[in-house]
């Protein structure tokens, strides 16, 4: 094997290895426009042992460069269902949208107190260029105890933050 070969191999090796440890990044989409605060609202419906159904609006911010947006605060009101910002919140702030494409992201950090425990993992999900932008949200899972999480429903987001491929 030549010199050239080992060395490409191991900028190779390199590159996946950094690759690797920054998870998230892989994706060249961005979210435009960067350096915006944001609102995410809409009505999901939860289901660990039973459906129960929220009014939900998180607040965040775009990064400068567009590469992530952070929530760093939401409630779950009523709607049609009173455990809604009592018995069912969110929790475990920030959560971090990642764009995974120009129409997906990856929602990690989702933190849920339930009815009957908590849940708390990743989401993945597609995003609808708008105005408004959406994230759709069906049968999208969480790990959680006592038994997974199920979200369905719509989020609507503010400012009219876009992916950008």
Not at 49 to 72: F, M
Not at 86 to 110: C, E, K, M, Y
Not at 148 to 156: M, Q
Request: proline share 8%; with cysteine.
């Amino acid at each position: 094997m030549s010199k050239n070969t080992l060395i490409l191999r191991a900028v190779a090796l390199a590159a996946a290895i950094a690759g690797a440890a920054a998870p998230g990044v892989g994706s060249a989409a961005t979210f435009n426009p960067p350096a915006t605060e944001i609102r995410l609202t809409g009505r999901l419906m939860f289901e660990q042992a039973g459906w129960v159904s929220c009014d939900v609006t998180l607040y965040g911010y775009v990064t400068s460069a567009g590469h992530y947006a952070h929530i760093i605060n939401g409630d779950f009101g009523y709607g049609p269902d009173w455990q809604c910002g009592w018995l069912v919140t969110p929790s475990g702030f920030p959560w971090i949208i990642a764009p995974t494409s120009s129409n997906t992201v990856s929602i990690s950090g989702v933190s849920l107190n339930t009815i009957l425990g908590n849940c708390s993992g990743t989401v993945n999900a597609n995003w609808q260029n708008g105005p408004p932008s959406a994230i759709p949200l069906m049968y999208a899972t969480i790990p959680g105890s006592p038994g997974v999480c199920a979200i369905t429903g719509t989020l609507e987001v503010s400012h009219s933050v876009t992916l950008i491929p």
